[in-house]
């Protein structure tokens, strides 16, 4: 079977409007349904130290030992999994009731990360609000500064920057106009769908082309359709107008 894309061209110009009116709808649907679950988040970070002092009468407190940099760089992963423990969540909780959270949920707001192959740390929270993972990153610090080197028998953490607010900050998840993109290109598809089956419903004989499939007989002749100018009786009653030469009725083209 052959298809002739004039034919379905010519079916989609026709009926263009569906597709129209299908890709607005869907189109300001998916606007609203991103607008309405858009959720901005925001995150603030602070960063710390973690090694191990030498000697305390040989160095300074910003001098640290090339030893202590290699034990305490493979105790990254004790002191990530360390953040998250109730010891932690559950102290930052009680000393901060003002960030109205559990321990549970404070657990999954905070994170720590390693930054390169250094002793440096950032600890890290997101929040629907700026202000809040602010505060949720510097309390979070402070706990951890002092709760770790009693659980580790260590007193090498050092506060290097806190969190700070910042003006006009930027969320970490923009705005995605991929639902709106996916509806469109659905809302297409819909509306050619729904011209494609309305023609194949529509069974009325249109064209030679219709005769010859349906009867199998050739044309004799073809009427042309036109548009009638002439004047026209108005239902239920004409219109009477008044002329020179009398009283004549007469209706609207």
């Keep these: 079977m052959e298809i002739d894309l004039k034919v379905y061209l010519n079916m989609i110009r026709k009926r263009l409007w ?13 606007n609203y349904y991103s607008n309405r679950n858009y959720q901005p988040v925001y995150q603030a970070s602070s960063k710390i130290i973690i090694a191990e002092k030498a000697s305390a009468d040989a160095f300074s407190a910003s001098q640290f030992s090339f030893g202590g940099m ?14 998250k423990l109730p010891l932690i969540m559950d102290k930052v909780v009680q000393r901060h009731p003002d960030l109205n959270l559990t321990a549970d949920q404070l657990a999954t707001k905070i994170s720590l990360i390693s930054i390169g192959e250094t002793q440096l740390m950032a600890i890290v929270a997101t929040d629907s609000s700026h202000e809040k993972a602010v505060r949720i ?11 770790v080197p009693k659980l580790l028998n260590l007193d090498n953490i050092e506060i290097l920057t806190k969190a700070k607010s910042v003006p006009n900050p930027k969320p970490i998840n923009e705005k995605s106009s991929r639902n709106i993109a996916l509806a469109a290109a659905a809302s297409v598809v819909i509306g ?4 494609v089956v309305l023609d194949f419903l529509d069974d009325s004989i249109r064209t030679v082309k219709d005769v010859k499939s349906v009867f199998h007989a050739p044309t004799l002749a073809v009427v042309p359709k036109r548009r009638e100018r002439g004047l026209k009786r108005l239902w239920p009653f ?16």
């Design 18 to 30: 569906i597709v129209v009116v299908t890709l607005a709808i869907f189109t300001l649907a998916a």
């Design 70 to 83: 290699s034990v305490d760089t493979s105790m990254i992963g004790t002191y990530k999994e360390i953040i």
């Design 137 to 147: 990153a510097n309390s979070v610090t402070e706990v951890f500064q002092a709760e």
């Design 192 to 195: 050619v769908g729904i011209i």
């Design 238 to 253: 004409p219109l009477r107008k008044k002329g020179r030469s009398g009283d004549t009725y007469a209706a609207k083209s």
